[in-house]
Nanobody, 124 residues
Framework: QVQLVESGGGLVQTGGSLRLSCAASGRTFSRFGMAWFRQAPGKEREFVSAIRWSDSGTYYADSVKGRFTISRDNAKNTVYLQMNSLKPEDTAVYYC?????????????????WGQGTQVTVSS
């Protein structure tokens, strides 16, 4: 079993920055692919970014490419999402997810472990 705890959300103005953290415990973190998803009110949960365990290769949704950066620190069992140039449409609950046998990194069903989410609100 893996436990994931997100932190770092909050209220920020348009153009501002936030860094989300996801602390993992319970199993060998370094062998997990990690991802961030988000869900805005009334919308489906959508893929934001992912990072592979093998070579730390990264993936981004087109909507955040160039503004968000995902990274991981295996020594601290933590994955980060640095979010810059935030826009009101980035407002959502952000979820951390983990999985070991990931074929399609953008698919929610590839990740059996999820955190409780952290709210990010970007004011205009």
């Amino acid at each position: 079993q893996v436990q994931l705890v997100e932190s770092g959300g909050g209220l920020v103005q348009t153009g501002g920055s936030l860094r989300l953290s996801c602390a993992a415990s319970g199993r060998t973190f370094s062998r997990f692919g990690m991802a961030w998803f988000r869900q805005a009110p009334g919308k489906e949960r959508e893929f934001v970014s992912a990072i592979r365990w093998s070579d730390s290769g990264t993936y981004y949704a087109d909507s955040v490419k160039g503004r968000f950066t995902i990274s991981r620190d295996n020594a601290k069992n933590t994955v980060y999402l640095q979010m810059n140039s935030l826009k009101p449409e980035d407002t959502a609950v952000y979820y951390c997810a983990a999985g070991t046998y990931i074929v399609a990194v953008t698919a929610k069903n590839q990740y059996p472990y999820w955190g409780q989410g952290t709210q990010v609100t970007v004011s205009s």
